[in-house]
Every structure is written in structure tokens, then in C-alpha cells.
């Protein structure tokens, strides 16, 4: 079946640090991919998707490109900030209103 | 105003009571789900309703049973408590049942369940 998994956290990373958080899935075909974002004490909010392979996804300085190749959907920022620390979710959909999440990376920024 | 809210945030109870948990979305969504986060924070859906029926059920014990009075609401009831109910629920909705190019699903903040 299908399955999304993460890289292991937790990160922990100085302001202003690059960032990538590692995604890869297993579907046939072409899901949709998304990256979602727990806050401390919140639920979860989309922060980008992509729909179709070569596909970049991009919001509040993340991105992430949907590689068929690799089947990768890794999550980058180029300079990250204390009120990024959260929890990040990839997840894949087939359209059917249903997400399949990855484990959760937990990211820790330090000033 | 919240978007989704669900009550409460935090339930604390003993192995075999019954609870329920309430959501309400003012989004005006038609789809509405509930997700189970474990104490590893993996999330995974247990069900859906569109419009007042269930669309998704993830082969999740006959204990739970959600109810859907009209398309805002969606509430979780959990008979026979047990140990391993201890966890995270989210409910969430999204406009779109199937998904499609413009899926986004909101979610509420959360109702941490502790069973002792």
C-alpha cells in the first residue's frame, strides 16, 4: 500500500541555518504530495503541495520539488527562524480525500 | 472565529467509561474527518463523513462511532474506553470529498485523550 516516510528527528538547528527535511513515498502513479505544519498546542496547517512530478511547492520561504525519480518530496528553507520550530508532516493523496501522513519531523530552531 | 473547533481539549478518564468528543466547522465544508495521533505523533484517519455519511472507514474497532447531526458537525463517540485510546484526535474538514488538485484540509486544534 501506500506510505510516506520521513527522515528522524529531532532536528535542532541554529537561526538563520539552511534547512532540509527528507521525504520519500511509496504509491503507484502520481498522488499528490503535501507538506503540513503542527505548531505547539495547534493543529495542523498545509504549508505547500504539489500535484504532479517537476511540480515546486512553495510557501514562507519553504519549498519542495515532487521528483518521480527519486519519489522525494524533501522540504527546504534557506535560512530558518526560532518560530519555525514545530512538527512537519509529509503526506500523499490520491485524490480520494484521504491523507496517508509520514511519521513527523520535529524541528528545533536555536537564537 | 475558529475555523474548526473541537471540545474538549483535554479528557482524562478510566479504562471502560464511554466519552465523546465535539466538532463543529464554520468553514461551510461539505467533508469532515477524524484522525488519530499517537504518542510517536504518526496521524492516521479513522474516518470521514461528506454531507452527513460515511465516506471513509479505517478498520478502526466498532467501540468508536462518529455521528454526524448536520455537515458542520462531527462528533466522536468511544464506548469501553481502553488503554491504548490514549492519543491526539483531530477533526478536520476540506471542501472537496475527493480530494482533488485543490484538497487542503483544515484542522481543529486537537483533544488529548488520556485513558488510566
Redesign the interface.
Given at each position: 500500500g501506500d506510505s510516506v516516510t520521513q527522515m528522524e528527528g529531532p532536528v535542532t538547528l541554529s537561526e538563520e541555518a539552511f534547512l532540509t527535511i527528507n521525504c520519500t513515498y511509496t504509491a503507484t502513479g502520481y498522488p499528490?504530495l503535501f507538506w503540513?505544519v503542527q505548531y505547539p498546542?495547534?493543529?495542523?496547517?498545509?504549508l505547500l503541495?504539489a500535484?504532479k512530478a517537476d511540480d515546486k511547492g512553495s510557501n514562507k520561504g519553504f519549498e519542495a520539488t515532487y521528483r518521480k525519480e527519486t519519489t522525494s518530496f524533501h522540504l527546504e528553507k534557506g535560512s530558518v527562524q526560532v518560530s519555525d520550530s514545530a512538527?512537519y508532516?509529509c503526506a500523499l493523496?490520491?485524490?480520494?480525500?484521504?491523507?496517508?501522513?509520514g511519521?513527523?519531523t520535529?524541528l528545533q530552531v536555536k537564537p | 472565529d475558529t475555523a474548526v473547533s473541537q471540545t474538549p481539549k483535554y479528557l482524562v478518564t478510566q479504562m471502560g467509561n464511554d466519552k465523546s468528543i465535539k466538532c463543529e466547522q464554520n468553514l461551510g465544508h461539505d467533508t469532515m474527518y477524524w484522525y488519530k495521533q499517537d504518542s510517536k505523533k504518526f496521524l492516521k484517519i479513522m474516518f470521514s463523513y461528506n454531507n452527513k455519511e460515511l465516506i471513509i472507514n479505517e478498520t478502526v474497532p466498532n467501540r468508536f462511532s462518529p455521528k454526524s447531526p448536520d455537515k458542520a458537525h462531527l462528533n466522536l463517540h468511544i464506548n469501553s474506553l481502553e488503554l491504548g485510546d490514549s492519543a491526539v484526535y483531530f477533526c478536520a474538514s476540506s471542501q472537496d470529498p475527493s480530494g482533488g488538485v485543490n484538497e487542503k484540509l483544515f484542522f481543529g486544534s486537537g483533544t488529548q485523550l488520556s485513558v488510566l
Open positions: 499528490s503540513y498546542g495547534e493543529g495542523l496547517q498545509l503541495k500535484t512538527v508532516f493523496s490520491r485524490n480520494t480525500g484521504k491523507l496517508i501522513f511519521q513527523g520535529t | -
